[in-house]
């Protein structure tokens, strides 16, 4: 019965050295992306919006899929998106040089072009389950676009961020948490 509810404490010393290894494994991979590719402000920002939108249009494409009937692992749009997202951000971001700001301004762009187009697909066809999905995805890509053009920074404003963001590579520490039972080493940035 719920009564004789057990107290594991081997999975709950567990959780914190897993929780440290997986986050210290992907800031030693965010690390190496730095060091391989542009890492300015300006440039993570936008690779960071990049995966959390292509992890949305994802979700979208899944979601529009699963109305229709066809969706088999629930979680692959998410997956995909973000991950095309990043990549798509990653590789982008040296030939665009986006700033924190310009990154913000996409961002309310896409929030904008989503609430619209789910608005306007929800009201323009209801015979059809898709035209909320496909309205906010054409939203999505509308309101980002948007987005850049209007943060967009001036040539003066590009050259002041480009000497103010110069980045000579990750600057990586360790650093050790004492835990219950002994303690977890780490690297941050």
Do not use: C
């Not at 890492?39 to 920002?45: F, L, V």
């Not at 309310?108 to 496909?134: K, M, Q, W, Y």
């Amino acid at each position: 019965g719920a009564g004789n509810m057990s107290f594991d404490r081997d999975v709950v010393n567990a959780a914190p050295h897993t929780l440290f290894l997986t986050t210290t494994a992907g800031m030693a991979i965010g690390a190496g992306l730095a060091a391989a590719t542009d890492a300015r402000p300006g440039s993570i920002s936008f690779t960071f919006s990049a995966g959390f939108w292509g992890a949305y249009a994802g979700a979208m494409i899944e979601s529009w899929a699963r109305a229709e009937g066809r969706s088999r692992f629930p979680a692959a749009g998410i997956l995909v998106g973000e991950g095309l997202g990043v990549a798509t951000g990653i590789l982008l971001s040296k030939f665009i040089e986006p700033t924190a700001a310009q990154a913000r301004w996409m961002d309310l762009g896409a929030v904008s072009g989503v609430s619209l187009g789910v608005l306007l697909g929800g009201l323009a066809v209801r015979d059809t389950e898709a035209a909320p999905f496909i309205g906010s995805l054409v939203g999505l890509a509308g309101g980002m676009a948007l987005g850049y053009v209007l943060g967009r920074p001036t040539e003066e404003e590009r050259r002041m961020n480009r000497a103010r963001d110069g980045v000579e590579g990750p600057r990586i520490s360790a650093f050790v948490m004492p835990v219950e039972g002994g303690a977890v080493a780490g690297l941050s940035l």
